[in-house]
C-alpha cells in the first residue's frame, strides 16, 4: 500500500484525460527525454510544461499502426497483409487518440519522475478539451498539479512527554455501575408534570431565520441537558425546556455558529421552535439475578472487577492518545510548510472519515459519533490543513525509520473494532475495502506507530489526573 495513498490522486489522465484501459499504452521509455519545464506556481503548487516533438510522435504512430497491421482482420485481405492507405483511413482517429494517450500518460510520468515531485491531488491540465495530436510539429501541453511540500523536521529524539499517572478508586467504579443501570435502564411515559433535567423527549423542531422555516425535524428525540439542537449547541437546553408540557411550543433563540453546516444562518440569530409531542423518564434498571445473570455475571463483585477492568482498559488507551496528541502537537508547532491553496472537497471528506474511524475505534456511541461527525463536518476545512500537515510529517517519519503495518496488525484492528459493533472481522473487512475506509485505517495505524517511536525515545514524565478527566467521553448530544 502506497505512503500516500490516502491524499495522493496522481493518475495522469484523471479528469480531462479518461485512462485507455488497453495493453497498448507504453512504459515510460527511459531511453527518450522529453522537454519539461517546471515553474513554481503557489504553495507546494507546480507549473508544468512538456513539448512532445513531432519525431516521437510519427515513431509512436508508425508503432501503433504497425501493430495494428499485424492484428487487423479486414474483409478481402490476410491479417497482417491490409494496404498501410486503408488502416489509415479507417482507424487513423483511433490510432491518434490511442497514441495521443500513450505520450501524455508516459511524458507525465517522466516529469513527474525526473523532476521528483510528488502530487498530492488531480493535475489539472490546460485546455484539456483542445490537447489533440497536431497535424504537424510538436504537442505541447501544461498542467497544474499541487505537491507534496518540502518538511525539515525538528529534533525528535529527547521529547519531553507528560504521562497522566491515573488510579481508578471505587467512587469511579461506582460511577461506571450507574452508568451501566442507566443503559440498561427503561423509559418510562411521564404525564403527571412537565420537563425536567434528563428527561427523554419526542418533539416537532423548527429552525426559523427572521420568520422564515430554515429547517425542520418532525419527531426529533431530544435529552433534557446541554446539546445540540439543529446543529446548534444549547448550553442550557435543560433550563430552557423545564416545565414545558405535551403540545406546548417554546422558543430559544440563539445565535448560530460560523460553522454551521447551513451557510444560510452561520453567525446570525436563529429562532429554535420546540412543540413537544411526548415526555420518558429513565427508570434505572435494577442489579437484582436477572440483571447480573442477563449480563452473564454470578454476584455483583464478579460485575465490579469487570467494570474496573473495563475502566483500567480504556485509560490506558486514554492515556497512550493523550500523550500522542501532545508529540502531534509539537510537530504541528515546529514544522513549517506550506500547504496548497486549494483544499479539495473530496479532502475535508477523508478528515470526517478519520475522525470518524478513530472514534469507532474507540467504541463511541452511535448518537455521540453522529453529533461529533456533525460537529467535525461544520469545521471540516480547518480539520483538513491540520491532519494534511500531520499526514505530510508523519509520513515523512515513518519512511525515515522504515515504519509499515503489516496484514497481522490491519487484521487485529478491524477484528477489535468489528466486536465493538458486533460484526464478523472478515465481513467487516471487506465493507472497509469497498468504502474506502480500509486505506483510511491503514494510514491511521502507521501514524500511530511513528508517534509511537517518538515516544520510545521521550522523556516521560508522570503528572497526576483524576480517571474521570481521561476516561471521559465527549458528551452526548441531542439530535
Known amino acids: ?52 516533438p513531432q519525431e516521437r510522435i510519427q515513431q509512436k504512430m508508425a508503432e501503433q499502426f504497425k ?51 510528488q502530487p498530492i491531488g488531480e493535475p489539472e491540465f490546460d485546455n484539456a478539451e483542445k490537447l489533440d495530436l497536431p497535424e504537424s510539429g510538436p504537442l505541447n501541453y501544461t498542467f497544474t498539479v499541487e505537491v507534496q511540500p518540502v518538511i525539515t ?9 507528560k504521562k497522566p499517572k491515573i488510579e481508578v478508586k471505587d467512587e469511579n467504579v461506582d460511577q461506571a455501575m450507574q452508568n451501566l443501570r442507566e ?25 426559523k431565520l427572521d420568520g422564515a422555516v430554515i429547517a425542520h425535524a418532525h419527531d426529533s428525540q431530544i435529552v433534557s441537558r446541554p446539546g445540540r439542537v439543529g446543529g446548534i449547541q444549547i448550553d442550557d437546553l435543560d433550563k430552557q425546556l423545564e416545565g414545558q408540557k405535551s403540545d406546548e411550543t417554546r422558543t430559544i433563540s440563539i445565535k448560530a455558529p460560523d460553522t454551521h453546516a447551513n451557510e444560510a444562518i452561520r453567525g446570525k440569530e436563529v429562532q429554535i421552535e420546540i412543540k413537544l409531542k411526548d415526555i420518558k423518564k429513565l427508570e434505572l434498571a435494577e ?52 500547504l496548497p491553496t486549494r483544499l479539495s472537497t473530496r479532502q475535508a471528506e477523508r478528515v470526517v472519515s478519520r475522525r470518524a474511524m478513530d472514534l469507532m475505534t474507540r467504541g ?13 463536518s461544520s469545521g ?16 515523512q517519519i515513518a519512511a525515515e525509520q522504515g515504519i509499515d503495518v503489516d496484514e497481522a496488525e490491519m487484521n487485529g484492528r478491524i477484528a477489535m473494532i468489528a466486536v465493538q459493533k458486533g460484526r464478523r472481522p472478515e465481513k467487516m473487512k471487506q465493507d472497509m475495502a469497498k468504502d474506502g475506509s480500509l486505506s483510511n485505517l ?19 514524565e508522570d503528572v497526576d489526573v483524576k480517571a474521570e478527566e481521561t476516561a471521559a467521553t465527549p458528551e452526548s448530544s441531542s439530535t
Open 287 to 338: 442489579i437484582d439475578a436477572d440483571f447480573l445473570e442477563s449480563l452473564g455475571f454470578v454476584d455483583e463483585k464478579e460485575l465490579r472487577e469487570a467494570l474496573r477492568e473495563q475502566m483500567i482498559e480504556r485509560i490506558t488507551y486514554d492515556v497512550q492518545h493523550a500523550m500522542r496528541e501532545q508529540v502531534n502537537k509539537y510537530l504541528l508547532d515546529n514544522v513549517t510548510m506550506e
Open 153 to 161: 523536521l525538528p529534533t525528535l529524539k529527547g521529547l519531553k512527554v
Open 183 to 207: 443503559q440498561q435502564g427503561a423509559l418510562v411515559p411521564v404525564e403527571d408534570r412537565g420537563v425536567i433535567a434528563k428527561d427523554y423527549l419526542t418533539a416537532d423542531v423548527h429552525v
Open 67 to 117: 501493430e495494428l497491421r499485424s492484428q487487423a482482420a479486414i474483409p478481402g485481405f490476410r491479417i497482417g497483409h491490409a494496404p498501410q492507405k486503408l488502416l489509415e483511413k479507417r482507424f487513423s482517429h483511433d490510432v491518434k487518440e490511442q497514441v495521443r494517450r500513450t505520450l501524455v500518460s508516459e511524458s507525465y510520468e517522466q516529469a513527474m519522475e525526473k523532476n521528483a515531485l
Open 1 to 52: 500500500m502506497a505512503d500516500n495513498e490516502v491524499v495522493t490522486e496522481s493518475n495522469p489522465e484523471t479528469t480531462a484525460l479518461a485512462t485507455a484501459g488497453t495493453d497498448a499504452i507504453a512504459a515510460v521509455d527511459d531511453k527518450y527525454q522529453y522537454a519539461v519545464k517546471v515553474e513554481d506556481a503557489g504553495p507546494a503548487t507546480k507549473k508544468v510544461s512538456v513539448e512532445i
Open 364 to 376: 463511541i456511541p452511535r448518537e455521540q459519533l453522529e453529533a461529533n461527525i456533525e460537529k467535525l
Open 380 to 395: 471540516a476545512q480547518d480539520e483538513a490543513i491540520r491532519d494534511l500537515k500531520l499526514f505530510f510529517v508523519l509520513q
Open 442 to 460: 491503514y494510514i491511521q495505524i502507521r501514524e500511530q506507530k511513528a508517534v509511537d517511536q517518538i515516544l520510545e525515545d521521550a522523556v516521560i
